[in-house]
């Protein structure tokens, strides 16, 4: 049960979030054993500790897109160049992003290949074989695996050049029905934010300049960092014909018409894993919420000698077995070579929600500590008796994952301001959030661009009922809508 290897990154102090929060965020994700830099530019290894985090994600969206009755399919990672440039909008998008393979066993590609850095055009592509009559739609495909774009800029898991994901991808009859699928993906998208990742999002439609290449509409859901930045943290998109047409996906409809698909495609990727970060992270290291967390509680032996520890590992040995019954997801930590202390902030580190000590005095009055990792210090500690010890683990996991959102939603509120006039916004959004009316024009989107580095993030789907209108909080003529800007990652 012991830990092998004792990882020295968690000896050395972090930078605190004051001091540099783009520093902390890159030691931090080296030091908590999530992941580390790979040989290749941009590129990253994700450790077990951190593909577990990634496992708990994908295995709930799995299940979450079964129940709706979406199927898992694989496709080739290179894809035909030509293949880009049947979608004017798409590669125009993605020119800048591709890596192109133009050799293969030593000898020119008669074609050059593209490493996948999104698969729309081969399951396109291949869709257009497949569909053929309204009775092969509606088709409702996912795919799991990494893509590769070529990242000037990259941060573990927020931006790397290789990154995981699943994308989805679907064909229907209708426009109608195909608009249904890209909001009930969002849904989802919202759902597993919230309720697993205790992270406060935000969904809505994107502006036209910042929709995905080749859509029609793109909707997303946002998030608001702890330093206040933005993340895009999952997109869903509706295509319309764009796609159908350019790789001639057509079928004969019930009145024996040939009509072309409306198609859709979606993603969560891993930097996610980023967002869980950002949002929840402390100067001691990470904070995972329950639902997703690798480990939901750690046990920790306290002994001096050799007849304590028989005591205290006996004890231990039991309630691990109890929480492991009871579906509790959990570690023994019985290393000898390391102090408790150095255990504490180890665990701390790796952002475990829930820390059992159990030491000789716990062992006689029959009692444990239990340590909250969201309530720092002293003021996280509890001590419960052992007996029906599962089901007090289990309602504390509760209570930190309800904590979790708590917080998140509070900080979110309170740094999402409605600015009044154009000079507060630009004060707004060098530190926030501003909430404002926008009269649709992307010449004062650019001009907020410009001016403040900050983009439009998404219109709520919620937006103002009636005759209400207001003022672009740029230009100043009238607006029917609001949108969220924010500088963003």
Not at 304 to 320: C, Q, S, Y
Not at 411 to 434: C, S, T
Request: hydrophobic fraction near 40%; proline fraction near 4%.
């Amino acid at each position: 049960m012991a830990e092998e290897n004792v990882s020295i990154n968690s000896t050395r102090r972090l930078p605190t979030r004051a001091e540099d929060f783009s520093e902390w965020y890159n030691q931090l994700v080296v030091k908590a054993d999530l992941a580390d830099y790979a040989p290749v530019r941009g590129c990253m290894v994700v450790k077990p500790y951190g593909w577990a985090l990634w496992e708990n994600i994908t295995s709930w969206l799995d299940a979450e897109f079964k129940k709706t009755g979406h199927v898992n399919a694989a496709f080739p990672t290179l894809i035909p160049l030509s293949f880009f440039e049947k979608e004017k909008e798409h590669v125009e998008g993605f020119a800048p992003e591709l890596a192109v393979v133009t050799h293969g066993g030593g000898v020119e590609l008669e074609e050059k290949l593209v490493v996948r850095p999104t698969s729309e055009t081969i399951i396109g592509y291949m869709y257009s074989k497949w569909v053929k009559s309204w009775r092969d739609l509606p088709i409702l495909i996912v795919q799991w695996g990494s893509v590769l774009r070529w990242e000037l800029r990259t941060k573990l898991f927020l931006r790397t050049a290789e990154f995981y994901w699943h994308e989805g991808h679907t064909a229907h009859a209708s426009k109608e029905e195909a608009i249904e699928e890209t909001y009930r993906i969002l849904d989802i998208y919202e759902k597993i934010y919230i309720e697993e990742a205790a992270i406060p999002v935000i969904k809505g439609v994107k502006s036209e300049s910042e929709r995905f290449a080749g859509a029609q509409m793109t909707t997303s859901v946002e998030a608001m960092m702890q330093d206040m930045r933005a993340l895009q943290a999952g997109t869903s998109h509706y295509f319309g014909t764009n796609f159908a047409k350019a790789f001639d996906i057509q079928f004969l409809d019930k009145n024996n018409s040939l009509q072309y698909c409306e198609t859709t495609s979606w993603a969560i990727s891993s930097r996610m894993i980023g967002a869980l970060i950002m949002v929840h992270g402390d100067d001691q290291g990470l904070m995972l919420p329950p639902r997703l967390a690798p480990i939901q509680a750690v046990i920790v032996p306290i002994f001096k000698n050799d007849e304590e520890k028989t005591k205290v590992m006996e004890v231990a040995d039991k309630i691990f077995m109890e929480l492991k019954a009871a579906g509790i997801r959990l570690k023994m930590d019985d290393r000898d070579n390391v102090s408790s202390g150095f255990k504490f902030n180890d665990w701390e580190m790796r952002g475990v929600p829930l820390r059992i000590e159990i030491g000789p005095k716990d062992v006689e009055k029959r009692s444990v500590a239990l340590a909250r990792r969201d309530v720092p210090g002293r003021g996280g500690k509890s001590f419960v008796p052992q007996t029906n010890l599962a089901a007090a683990v289990s309602g504390m996991l509760a209570e930190i994952q309800s904590s979790m959102l708590k917080r998140a939603t509070e900080f979110r509120d309170a740094n999402i301001h409605d600015p009044k006039d154009y000079e507060e916004f630009k004060k707004v959004v060098a530190d926030g959030w501003a909430f404002s009316w926008w009269c649709g024009r992307p010449e004062c989107e650019a001009k907020v661009k410009e001016d403040t580095k900050a983009t439009t993030r998404n219109m709520p789907l919620d937006q103002p009922k009636g005759d209400t209108l207001g003022k672009c909080i740029v230009c100043g003529e009238k607006a029917d809508r609001k949108i969220y800007f924010a500088r963003a990652y």
